[in-house]
């Protein structure tokens, strides 16, 4: 059973930094693409980021392009999200799941995403 559990999350200053962490069980994130979503309170779940199983091909919602950066660490079996310059419309509940299918690129959509985790909580305020 394939499952993902996230960490990292905090109260952070606007213009702050956090990185989050997916630590997967019972798999290898380098044989899976790995996505990050986040929901906010009374919205609906939003795409973050994504990695290819390959690891050299990613992908960003405009809203976070260039303030955040995922990755992959084979050695450690984990993945990350750096968030960097956060801003109060970045609070939510972020998650990490599994794309459910292999190729050479990541999706952007959360349908095809399994196994997401509890998430944790990013809180950006002064």
């Known amino acids: 059973q394939l499952q993902l559990a996230e960490s990292g999350g905090g109260l952070v200053q606007p213009g702050g930094s956090l990185t989050l962490s997916c630590k997967p069980s019972g798999f290898y994130v380098e044989y899976y693409a790995i996505g990050w979503f986040r929901q906010a309170p009374g919205k609906e779940r939003e795409y973050v980021s994504c990695?290819?199983?390959?690891?050299?091909?990613?992908n960003y919602a405009d809203s976070v392009k260039g303030r955040f950066t995922i990755a992959k660490d084979n050695a450690k079996n984990m993945a990350y999200l750096l968030m960097d310059n956060l801003k109060p419309e970045d609070t939510a509940m972020y998650h990490c799941?599994?794309?459910?299918?292999?190729?050479?690129?990541?999706?952007?959509?959360?349908?095809?995403?399994?196994?997401w985790g509890h998430g944790t909580q990013v809180t950006v305020s002064s």
């Open positions: 799941a599994v794309q459910v299918w292999m190729g050479d690129f990541c999706s952007r959509i959360w349908t095809e995403y399994a196994s």
């Open positions: 990695i290819n199983t390959a690891g050299e091909s990613t």
